[in-house]
């Protein structure tokens, strides 16, 4: 097919091929609740889904709310969740979450982004984990790999978090925004890999500006795509 033009109609192709190929993503953190899934997301920044898995049963035998979790011993905390990293300042996040759920909304975490991010730990990713996966609103989490390919693929320039999911946002309908963020970073991770892009296997190949030349860029150069250009987004 004739490559898409402009960042709309590539997204277009960009969410129908990926539906198709992932078609049944969820989020890979175990959780039982809204409470659970907060924490284990402010567990999994610079972590790997499946180490937070690992620590998450204890911390949630021994904190099974936000209101035994805001009374907890910080050491007790930070001695759980060593192995997820930063384990001092997440720890303290914990608590600090459990304490603003607790005091601030009857112990109910809230669905709006106003409000979550208002909680210690919680920036707008986090945020927009919470309401696309659990609350089923919509929300458009940007990690690392919704960062990359939403650039590779030219449906943004922006390198700022919050304007690519501007940017990504008014591309797709809201009602898409959770999914494509998780098969954003499912294809992130099997296929578009950040050192190696496997283009020749992507099923995107034919509508990705950046087919074939991604794994050639230098970081720099796949950081800054095309300075000076006006926004992909708006194109
Ligand atoms: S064609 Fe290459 S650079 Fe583009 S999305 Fe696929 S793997 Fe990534």
């Given at each position: 097919m004739a490559r898409p033009r402009g960042a709309r109609a590539r997204a277009e192709v960009v969410t129908y091929r990926l539906a198709a190929e992932y078609p049944d993503v969820h989020c890979a953190l175990?959780?039982?609740?809204?409470?659970?899934?907060?924490?284990?997301t402010i567990l999994s920044a610079q972590c790997t889904d499946e180490?937070?898995?690992?620590?998450?049963?204890?911390?949630?035998?021994?904190?099974?709310d936000p209101a035994a979790l805001a009374v907890a011993d910080p050491a007790s905390v930070e001695e759980i969740v060593a192995s997820t990293g930063f384990f001092r300042m997440k720890a303290k996040n914990l608590i600090g979450m459990a304490q603003g759920v607790t005091e601030r909304f009857g112990g109910v975490v809230p669905s709006a982004v106003d409000d979550l991010v208002t909680?210690?730990?919680?920036?707008?990713?986090?945020?927009?984990?919470?309401?696309?996966?659990?609350?089923?609103?919509?929300g458009l989490p940007v990690d690392t790999h919704v960062t990359r390919l939403s650039r590779l693929l030219r449906l943004t320039?922006?390198?700022d978090a919050v304007r690519i999911e501007h940017?990504?946002?008014?591309?797709?309908?809201?009602?898409?925004?959770?999914?494509?963020?998780l098969r954003?970073?499912?294809?992130?991770?099997?296929?578009?890999?950040?050192?190696?892009?496997?283009?020749g296997a992507c099923l995107l190949?034919?509508?990705?500006?950046?087919?074939?030349?991604?794994?050639?860029l230098s970081p720099r150069a796949r950081a800054v795509t095309r300075p000076g250009r006006a926004s992909a987004a708006r194109s």
């Amino acid at each position: 097919m004739a490559r898409p033009r402009g960042a709309r109609a590539r997204a277009e192709v960009v969410t129908y091929r990926l539906a198709a190929e992932y078609p049944d993503v969820h989020c890979a953190l175990t959780h039982r609740n809204a409470f659970e899934l907060l924490a284990a997301t402010i567990l999994s920044a610079q972590c790997t889904d499946e180490r937070v898995n690992r620590v998450t049963p204890k911390l949630f035998s021994r904190y099974p709310d936000p209101a035994a979790l805001a009374v907890a011993d910080p050491a007790s905390v930070e001695e759980i969740v060593a192995s997820t990293g930063f384990f001092r300042m997440k720890a303290k996040n914990l608590i600090g979450m459990a304490q603003g759920v607790t005091e601030r909304f009857g112990g109910v975490v809230p669905s709006a982004v106003d409000d979550l991010v208002t909680l210690p730990g919680v920036g707008r990713k986090t945020a927009n984990v919470l309401r696309s996966v659990w609350f089923d609103e919509p929300g458009l989490p940007v990690d690392t790999h919704v960062t990359r390919l939403s650039r590779l693929l030219r449906l943004t320039s922006e390198t700022d978090a919050v304007r690519i999911e501007h940017d990504l946002g008014g591309l797709v309908e809201p009602s898409e925004w959770g999914r494509l963020s998780l098969r954003l970073i499912e294809h992130g991770r099997r296929v578009c890999i950040a050192r190696r892009p496997q283009c020749g296997a992507c099923l995107l190949a034919d509508t990705c500006p950046s087919a074939g030349r991604a794994g050639s860029l230098s970081p720099r150069a796949r950081a800054v795509t095309r300075p000076g250009r006006a926004s992909a987004a708006r194109s």
